[in-house]
């Protein structure tokens, strides 16, 4: 079995247009042997960026719980480890985000499944390009 935690980007596609994710990847993460991981952090990401009004995601955060149940997955929470780690990382990348993404992909550990070509290109991180 295998740990993978969605990027919200991935997590939204899947939830909204999962032909965006590649069939080999979609494949993957659609198998019952894997664990799915949604991010707390991602709920905030979606909710920063439907208050500034460059996404709409209130209907996925209305029902948060059911959007991430949905595809299978499960929510891990943000820690102060996570934090911790996030901060520390020596890496020029400086979304806030990504950088706990990363952080609990570390920890947990667990693959990120990701299209961020910054986070692609992070070597501490195991990815999944979606």
């Known amino acids: 079995m295998s740990t993978y935690l969605l990027d919200t980007h991935v997590f939204l596609w899947l939830l909204s247009d999962p032909s965006r994710v590649p069939d080999d990847v979609r494949s993957t993460l ?63 990348h400086r979304d806030p985000f990504d950088r706990l993404l990363v952080a609990q992909a570390v920890l947990e550990p667990a693959t990120l499944v990701t299209r961020d070509s910054a986070v692609v290109g992070y070597e501490r991180v195991a990815v999944l390009r979606a």
Not at 35 to 50: C, P, Q, R
Request: glycine share 12%; aromatic share 4%.
């Open 30 to 92: 659609e198998d019952p042997r894997h664990d799915l991981l949604v991010s707390a952090a991602s709920g905030m990401e979606i909710a920063t960026k439907t208050r500034l009004g460059k996404l709409d995601g209130q209907p996925v955060l209305t029902a948060w719980r059911r959007a991430v149940a949905s595809i299978g997955a499960r929510e891990v929470p943000v820690t102060g480890e996570h934090g911790v780690l996030a901060g520390s990382l020596h890496w020029e």
